[in-house]
């Protein structure tokens, strides 16, 4: 292979699905805690079954980066078992969302380069998170051409990513919006209504005016899709909190099968990934897809 590439745990691929699309199986992982302990957080039900049994309150998980050692280790794996011709490339999550992890591997990215003069290190900045890091690295593992990172400035803008939640009180408390998105937030929890939430192409998370209650967002998000797919072949990715928001995400799926005649083989339905879900809660529900214009 051309390329060999790794990513970090923010992009939601499991293991097995990491192996299946080319990635590199190990990933560079992060640290959190509880209240100052620290947390399992590799198996996702697990994880989220603590949120059914609230032992993780607003506001008590916290993540962070591991440090270079973590980065060293993957590299070291690479450096170890692959062809010595690939490049190297870590396809890493929106610095927006987590600059210190960004960070660490660049520089470590950095190290191996001068300490491996005849290997060839790249890094991509996805402008993703979460399950749409996980396409766009779907997209990326596929590209047999000769120039990745052009070929990945190009695919990052075509990556759609729609959120929503329906308890924000998690979110509210993730240091990544103002006050007045903060108490919007949790007047929308105690409403029972849902937002329709986004990252744009400048890579922050956003949240437009459009509100809904019940699942009407789903209907909207289905003729979004309709109207904005690059291509009828493409597949789509849904990524979901708790065991509580998978029938939502069924529902969603359901809709979208009626509608577009999307088939099983091009859905791909995961959770999304604890480190994510640390910041959101588990009420989440996520859609993403390549469209034919820029996001």
């Known amino acids: 292979m051309k390329y060999v590439i790794f990513s970090d745990l923010t992009c939601d691929l499991t293991k097995d699905e990491r192996k299946k699309y080319g990635i590199w199986p190990e990933v560079f992982t992060q640290d959190m805690t509880c209240d100052g302990k620290s947390v399992p957080h590799l198996d996702a039900e697990s994880f989220y079954r603590h949120f059914d049994n609230d032992e993780y309150p607003p506001g008590s998980l916290k993540t962070a980066s591991c ?11 690479i450096i170890e078992k692959a062809d010595p011709e690939a490049t190297i490339v870590y396809a890493g999550v929106s610095p927006y969302m987590s600059s210190g992890t960004v960070t660490t591997v660049k520089l470590a990215l950095e190290d191996y380069a001068e300490k491996y003069p005849n290997r060839k290190f790249v890094y991509i ?16 593992a596929k590209y047999d051409g000769d120039d990745i990172e052009g070929y990945a400035a190009e695919l990052r ?43 744009p192409s400048d890579d922050k998370l956003s949240m437009s005016s459009r509100v809904f209650r019940g699942d009407k967002l ?78």
């Open 67 to 77: 440090g270079a050692s973590e980065a060293y280790r993957v590299l070291d794996d």
């Open 218 to 295: 789903l209907h909207e998000w289905v003729k979004y899709y309709e109207e904005h797919v690059a291509d009828d072949n493409e597949f789509v990715r849904i990524g979901y909190g708790g065991a509580a928001e998978l029938p939502r995400a069924e529902k969603f799926i359901r809709l979208l099968k009626e509608k577009t005649g999307l088939s099983d083989e091009q859905i791909q339905l995961t959770h999304v990934s604890p480190i994510v879900g640390a910041h959101t809660g588990s009420t989440v529900l996520s859609f993403f897809f390549k469209q034919k214009d820029e996001r």
């Open 125 to 140: 900045d996805t402008q993703c998170i979460s399950n749409g890091q996980a396409a766009f690295l779907e997209y990326l």
């Open 157 to 199: 803008k075509h990556i759609v990513h729609l959120f929503t939640e329906r308890d924000f009180r998690y979110s509210a408390q993730s240091g990544r919006y103002n006050i007045v998105e903060r108490i919007a937030m949790l007047m929308m929890t105690m409403a029972h209504i849902s937002p329709w939430m986004y990252a």
